[in-house]
């Protein structure tokens, strides 16, 4: 005897009544059968409304214009899958057709963009930052002009620390730099060596006592620049590596006359 016969046999089943009750499907009466209280007995229809069609949810708080942009892109991604796999003449040609329509689409959006900002100041961000040459080479005149009235302020305000290694290159190709910079801008600065050792252009550098460490520079890449208020004491890093000198004019007038994004 079998093991699925066995089992039949152990709850009262034939091979016969199982194949029996396989082709002829009965009715469950939930009052009269003893279901057990495992046994969910909801009508249909009651199911039906527990489980929603979830797109249709998933949909109904769009707008019809978000719908309609969520169909094109599924469309567009449709037909471009046909034609990449089945590259027909007509698969293809349908689909640069349906793409050609929504290049239009962009098109007149791109258009009506423009105008909206032409006729609308507030959201023209070129009035601020211009793109045009001629309106490009005005702005970059009126930058130099305040940064070289910036930068005469400085030396009241603000100090700079110069934090360097004897060892490191960018030290030695940055030296020069700094030193005809400070020097026309007539800024109070303090050169420090990190271990010790000197740098050309820098005779009066003075090894690290514990400034480095003080003002949290002592782990960071050199050379590095650091502005320090004289009032306050406040510590802001002017950059770290080899700078230009327009570079660190454009820093330097940033971070003493400029609050975080006025700038952009």
């Known amino acids: 005897m079998t093991r699925i016969n066995k089992l039949l046999i152990l709850f009262g089943l034939s ?15 939930c ?17 039906g409304e527990e ?12 707008s019809p214009e978000e ?43 791109a258009d009506q963009t423009r105008r909206v900002i032409w006729t609308n100041p507030d959201l023209d961000y070129t009035l601020q930052r211009p793109t ?17 009235s910036a930068l005469k302020q400085v030396p009241d305000k603000y100090g700079v620390f110069f934090f360097f290694r004897s060892d490191c290159p960018f030290c030695h190709k940055f030296a020069p730099i700094l030193r005809d910079f400070v020097d026309r801008n007539e800024l109070d600065i303090l050169a420090v060596s990190l271990d010790g ?4 252009y820098w005779p009066e550098a003075v090894p690290n006592h514990g400034q480095a460490q003080k003002l949290g520079f002592d782990r960071l890449p050199v050379p590095s620049l650091a502005l320090v208020n004289k009032e306050s004491g406040e510590v802001t890093p002017i950059g770290f590596g080899l700078m230009s000198q327009e570079e660190l004019s454009q820093r330097i007038y940033v971070l003493t ?3 975080a994004g006025d700038d952009f």
């Open 67 to 109: 719908v309609e942009l969520a169909a094109v892109q599924k469309e567009l991604k449709r037909l471009r899958s046909i034609a990449v796999v089945n590259p027909t003449r007509t698969n293809v040609e349908r689909y640069m057709r349906f793409k050609r329509e929504q290049l239009d689409r962009a098109s007149l959006f």
């Open 197 to 200: 050792g000197g740098l050309p």
């Open 31 to 47: 009052e009269r059968d003893s279901l057990g209280w495992n046994f969910y007995c909801e009508e249909p229809e009651l199911l």
């Open 257 to 259: 006359t400029m609050e």
């Open 132 to 148: 045009g040459n001629l309106a490009k080479n005005a702005w970059i005149d009126e930058r130099k002009l305040a940064t070289t």
């Open 15 to 29: 091979a016969a009544s199982l194949s029996a009750a396989a082709t002829q499907p009965t009715a469950i009466d």
């Open 51 to 62: 489980f929603p069609d979830t797109e249709t949810s998933a949909t109904s708080d769009l």
